[in-house]
């Protein structure tokens, strides 16, 4: 790990960005271009728990030393976010119940994927935030191409130190990532939900009979 910058142990978030390690960071849920067609974050930064980006950073210098680039699509994401993806697709394959916290809520998940020397994206098979079954690891009907991009991913991810979520090519996390505590919107970083996103937000946990906070 070297060549990797060090974060502040002591923070329970750290940013991530290019200075820190070669990486392109393009947070879908601060944009329209997500599964919900509707921005989520208020702002474009990303961020990690600091052995997540330890890690992370790792592989970015293992891909960067190929000619490859990791695109980020998103990190830690608040806790009160995963209630409106729950909203939007209730199925614990593809989103986590909320109610039982997820690895991206505890800062120790990424979305991510390749891009080549030109920073072109890899053919991966489906788009990111696909909820179809060509889009899990045990996947293998596809181009032989497409499954060699997802090995390389997975190679980089795994000798970094992290682990696969089985139904999607995109997501890794650190490993044991229930004993991080979940981390609720604006406690550790600025508050990162647009108004209308918390808003909507804690009327799915009314709904479900979850106090604010919980």
């Known amino acids: 790990m070297s060549e990797q910058t ?6 329970t978030l750290v940013r991530i960005n290019s200075p820190a390690m070669p990486i392109d960071c393009q947070p879908v849920y601060a944009s329209t271009h997500n599964v919900i067609h509707h921005p989520i974050y208020n702002r474009l930064d990303c961020y990690l728990r ?7 950073a790792e592989a970015c210098h293992m891909a960067a030393k190929d000619g490859f680039t990791i695109r980020l699509f998103d990190a830690y994401r608040p806790l009160e976010a995963q209630y ?5 697709t209730p199925h614990p394959d593809f989103v986590a119940d909320p109610r039982l ?3 991206h809520g505890r800062g120790v998940a990424v979305d991510i994927t390749l891009l080549d020397e030109q920073k072109m994206p890899l053919p991966m098979g489906t788009e990111f935030d696909d909820f179809t079954e060509v889009a899990h690891h ?3 009907d596809l181009p032989e191409e497409v499954l060699a991009n997802r090995q390389r991913l997975r190679g980089y991810m795994e000798m970094a130190g992290f682990v696969i979520h089985a139904p999607e090519w995109w997501h890794y996390n650190l490993p044991a990532a ?3 505590d979940l981390i609720a919107d604006g406690t550790a970083v600025p508050p990162m939900l647009r108004p209308e996103m918390a808003a909507r ?14």
Do not use: C, N
């Open 84 to 88: 409106i993806f729950w909203e939007h």
């Open 101 to 103: 916290g997820s690895t």
């Open 138 to 140: 045990r996947y293998t």
């Open 50 to 56: 600091p052995q997540a980006a330890e890690a992370l």
């Open 6 to 11: 060090e974060f502040d142990q002591d923070a």
């Open 178 to 180: 229930d004993r991080f």
């Open 201 to 214: 937000a804690q009327a799915v946990m009314a709904k479900l009979g979850v106090s604010p906070g919980a």
